[in-house]
């Protein structure tokens, strides 16, 4: 059995995100708190012994107390409620992050931070068309992807405590990228996917079809239900690598426009051919 | 129990969708015979108890002692097949077929055909990303629908069996439409969900992100798996109503794109707040 140190951990933000991990945590034996932005964010969670105590403000003596302190904040606040908190951090404390960007996050705090704490930002790719700390669920991490993504500044003790922390959590995989790598690749996977379905459910009206809709359109579709606060934050904080990505899928999606218009069977074969080889890389999903 | 009349059954065409019905049929007590292109089907089919019997040949008086012959062949051959075997029908047999596009089909086939047959034409909105008797599997047709696209030349007699048809096979929802109403309703369903599938898969080598891999690209990229030959076809046949689609998707997106090249936090907000409002009515699916 795996055992991180930094026993007593702080989570920061508790939505679904920050409450998955507290119920994972907890149940491993963990001394969780929180700091959330409500009260009754706390008192859901502590009467559903999802963490064991917490506050609705930035306690110093909370803040102070805690050995590993976990962001689950929208990017937006999350460099900020650093620069205004951390003179409380415990020395030696050890800070992560849930943020599903890194360039813009990572460098900045650790610019801006205490040398006494260290920063290891890491992003885990689980989540749910629902939010809040009530859809809290430890099992999305079962099936799901977490990468640590290190800079030159973080130390390999750092690096190994972050893959240790995603591997309790009970993630499939635990890998590492560089903040680079990390967006480039989750502006292709994962944000222009999400404009793709959001593309696909507001180009028409298209309600009277649900009496005729497939698998293949629910599955492409039901990430089209999507947190627009936070993924509007998300697809702007990561503009270059996203709109590259979108780029890339439109010019192509044309190409297949011109295909079928010019009536290229051949040619419409080959693309299909290309999509059938490499979708088999992805498929069966490695469990 | 429901029961439909016409009980000594034709398959003609004997892949995936052919054999599916085969299955289903044979079970229900009804006899089953099927023509394929190769004898090997055949004998595969037979032994696997998927049909009573059948030929690798248009046989005369294997199609003459059909009471109800059921087209499961690509489009392009499908009329060609009609043209050439008909003087072989059963005077007053019920044709039917699983034709995923509609309007290039049931007209020729209703102008050309002996008035003393008819043919109702429908659309199982079921398959898989494999194909072959072997894959046959009448499972698929639980959660899927089944839609019966009647002609002013349809008999309501002819409607009322292939409802029931559908009925019987185990569909879960069955519905009428018109031939125009089905294809434009295909060509965004389906077809375009297609595209989009195609084209993400290859817009760029993604080969070495499948380890980063989650649910929701795996959900969007599943029917990447495409079987070329008869996707083509369809997507051709199917040309004015698929480009429109694709255009008013590729119009769309592109807006996405410039509401995020303008940083218009607003804009993108909005469109997402649409999405998840219309995905609404898609989710849960109605089971």
Same mark, same amino acid.
């Given at each position: 059995?795996?055992?991180?140190?930094?026993?007593?951990?702080?989570?920061?933000?508790?939505?679904?995100?920050?409450? *998955?991990?507290?119920?994972?945590?907890?149940?491993?034996? #963990?001394? &969780? $708190?929180?700091?959330? =932005?409500?009260?009754?964010?706390?008192?859901?969670?502590?009467?559903?012994?999802?963490?064991?105590?917490?506050?609705?403000?930035?306690?110093?003596?909370?803040?102070?107390?805690?050995?590993?302190?976990?962001?689950?904040?929208?990017?937006?606040?999350?460099?900020?409620?650093?620069?205004?908190?951390?003179?409380?951090?415990?020395?030696?404390?050890?800070?992560?992050?849930?943020?599903?960007?890194?360039?813009?996050?990572?460098?900045?705090?650790?610019?801006?931070?205490?040398?006494?704490?260290?920063?290891?930002?890491?992003?885990?790719?689980?989540?749910?068309?629902?939010?809040?700390?009530?859809? *809290?669920?430890?099992?999305?991490?079962?099936?799901?992807? #977490?990468? &640590? $993504?290190?800079?030159? =500044?973080?130390?390999?003790?750092?690096?190994?405590?972050?893959?240790?922390?995603?591997?309790?959590?009970?993630?499939?995989?635990?890998?590492?990228?560089?903040?680079?790598?990390?967006?480039?690749?989750?502006?292709?996977?994962?944000?222009?996917?999400?404009?793709?379905?959001?593309?696909?459910?507001?180009?028409?009206?298209?309600?009277?079809?649900?009496?005729?809709?497939?698998?293949?359109?629910?599955?492409?579709?039901?990430?089209?239900?999507?947190?627009?606060?936070?993924?509007?934050?998300?697809?702007?904080?990561?503009?270059?690598?996203?709109?590259?990505?979108?780029?890339?899928?439109?010019?192509?999606?044309?190409?297949?426009?011109?295909?079928?218009?010019?009536?290229?069977?051949?040619?419409? =074969?080959?693309?299909?051919?290309?999509?059938?080889?490499?979708?088999?890389?992805?498929?069966?999903?490695?469990?």
């Amino acid at each position: 059995m795996e055992w991180i140190s930094k026993s007593n951990i702080l989570i920061v933000g508790l939505g679904l995100m920050g409450g *998955s991990y507290a119920m994972a945590l907890r149940r491993l034996g #963990y001394h &969780v $708190t929180a700091i959330a =932005r409500r009260q009754e964010t706390i008192d859901y969670a502590v009467a559903h012994e999802i963490i064991d105590g917490g506050l609705a403000e930035p306690d110093p003596e909370l803040i102070g107390s805690a050995d590993a302190v976990i962001f689950a904040l929208y990017p937006g606040v999350f460099v900020d409620w650093v620069r205004d908190n951390q003179q409380h951090f415990k020395p030696g404390a050890m800070l992560t992050d849930v943020t599903g960007i890194k360039r813009c996050i990572v460098y900045d705090i650790q610019e801006l931070l205490r040398p006494d704490v260290e920063f290891i930002a890491a992003h885990p790719m689980a989540g749910k068309e629902v939010y809040g700390v009530e859809n *809290s669920d430890d099992r999305i991490f079962h099936n799901a992807n #977490y990468i &640590v $993504t290190p800079t030159k =500044r973080n130390t390999p003790q750092a690096v190994e405590w972050c893959k240790s922390l995603g591997r309790i959590l009970g993630f499939r995989k635990v890998s590492v990228l560089s903040p680079e790598e990390h967006d480039e690749m989750i502006g292709f996977l994962s944000q222009l996917t999400h404009c793709i379905a959001v593309a696909l459910m507001t180009c028409s009206d298209n309600r009277h079809l649900v009496d005729y809709t497939g698998d293949s359109f629910r599955d492409l579709t039901r990430i089209a239900r999507i947190n627009d606060g936070m993924w509007s934050e998300l697809f702007l904080k990561n503009k270059d690598a996203l709109l590259r990505q979108m780029d890339l899928f439109a010019g192509e999606f044309q190409q297949i426009r011109e295909l079928l218009a010019a009536e290229d069977r051949e040619g419409l =074969r080959e693309k299909m051919r290309l999509s059938t080889q490499r979708r088999a890389y992805f498929n069966p999903a490695p469990r």
